[in-house]
């Protein structure tokens, strides 16, 4: 009998969503797709499936069967993941021995040091760290390293190498970076988290309330707005949820600011009119960094909204009910979600009992009542 992958299923709607183990792939499919997925993986065999999926359709068998061996071919062949071509081996890399910028960040009662080689590595990291910076210190808990060679960025943590991306992968780096970060923060490993998805996360010291949106669509505005207005800021664009108790923790980076949004913060933030920019010419932005209002980085607390947001001129206040299968299929694509099986299972159960919302709006004050009106009631669309 074939070895196919492992597979987990959860309806949702009127669709089934499909966890594929070899791939750690999520695919939203129709429910009688999901049925063929789940004969042939228990072994069924492809002309079984295909004459009762003949009766059921009234088509003839030969397209049954051609449908079902293209759709196992498709779905079951394991992937190839090893790299295609030679990459560095990294027997000859050590740590340089001289690196020109090292910070001191503190979080909480947490130090790390964070050496980098030059000014472009600097770049990458510091600037939404900027405001955990104290003076150097003769101690600290957690010793980071970051150095690029041969064209690969590289991260070491206490000495240990961690891994090397390509000058086309400093988003995965960064992300990596920011991963190491939160588990010296919450003392947890990898497995213990179900997933980062890039979102802001807004508290009232009870709940947490998940924004999702495009690039450019308001959301880390949106974020600077509620902080200023008796929302805690938990997170922005790293939004980290933990596995034993699905809830969202705390990342101390600063709120990315655009360009075209000064005008409406500054009369609140008046700093901004002299933070420094950052001109980020591979994400085609420019942006300036906001200190997150949250005094205690260590804060977890369960959410169960995911809300769309929208700042689109002139709209009138928009606020509805949305489709969980619509909201998964914007929500993974950019999230990372944990490879192991039990984990995937407690993602899926999760976001099923999930209320997603769609919220458009041009007015400020209806957003921000809107917000408070979700945490504080059970919103009536």
């Avoid at 492809?46 to 009234?58: D, F, G, P, T, Y």
């Avoid at 960064?174 to 923060?185: D, R, T």
């Avoid at 699905?246 to 009369?267: D, H, M, Q, R, W």
């Avoid at 804060?299 to 299968?325: A, G, Q, R, T």
């Amino acid at each position: 009998m074939k070895k196919y992958s492992n597979l987990l299923y959860k309806t949702i709607e009127n669709k089934t969503i499909v966890w594929f183990e070899n791939s750690n792939e999520y695919l939203v499919l129709e429910n009688t797709t999901a049925d063929i997925l789940k004969r042939l993986s228990k072994g069924v065999s492809v002309k079984k499936i295909a004459e009762v999926l003949s009766k059921k359709l009234a088509v003839p068998i030969e397209k049954t069967i051609d449908f079902v061996l293209d759709l196992e071919k498709k779905l079951f062949i394991a992937k190839d993941f090893s790299d295609s071509e030679i990459i560095n081996d990294y027997r000859d890399i050590t740590l340089p021995k001289v690196f020109h910028f090292v910070k001191f960040y503190k979080v909480n009662n947490t130090i790390f040091k964070v050496s980098y080689l030059n000014e472009k590595e600097l770049s990458y990291v510091h600037p939404k760290f900027d405001h955990l910076v104290v003076d150097q210190l003769n101690s600290f808990d957690y010793e980071f390293h970051v150095f690029i060679n041969n064209n690969y960025i590289f991260l070491y943590v206490n000495k240990k190498f961690i891994g090397s991306w390509s000058s086309k992968e400093i988003h995965y780096f960064q992300g990596k970076f920011s991963m190491e970060l939160i588990q010296k923060i919450h003392q947890k490993e990898e497995k213990d988290w179900m997933g980062v998805f890039h979102a802001s996360a807004v508290s009232d010291g009870k709940k947490s309330i998940m924004f999702l949106g495009d690039s450019g669509n308001g959301k880390s505005t949106s974020l600077a707005l509620l902080q200023a207005n008796g929302f805690t800021c938990l997170a922005d664009d790293f939004v980290p949820m933990d596995i034993n108790k699905k809830e969202v923790y705390s990342f101390p980076a600063s709120i990315s600011i655009k360009k075209n949004s000064l005008k409406t913060l500054l009369p609140i933030y008046p700093e901004l009119e002299t933070t420094a920019e950052y001109n980020f010419t591979r994400l085609n932005k420019i942006v300036r960094y906001l200190k997150p209002n949250n005094t205690n980085f260590f804060e977890h607390l369960p959410c169960n909204e995911l809300v769309f947001i929208k700042y689109e001129k002139d709209s009138d206040l928009i606020f509805e009910e949305i489709s969980k299968i619509y909201a998964f299929q914007q929500l993974v694509p950019d999230s990372w979600l944990s490879p192991i099986q039990e984990n995937a299972q407690i993602f899926l159960d999760w976001f099923a009992s999930l209320t997603c919302y769609q919220l458009t709006y041009s007015n400020n004050d209806e957003m921000i009542k809107t917000v408070s009106r979700i945490f504080n009631t059970k919103y009536s669309i």
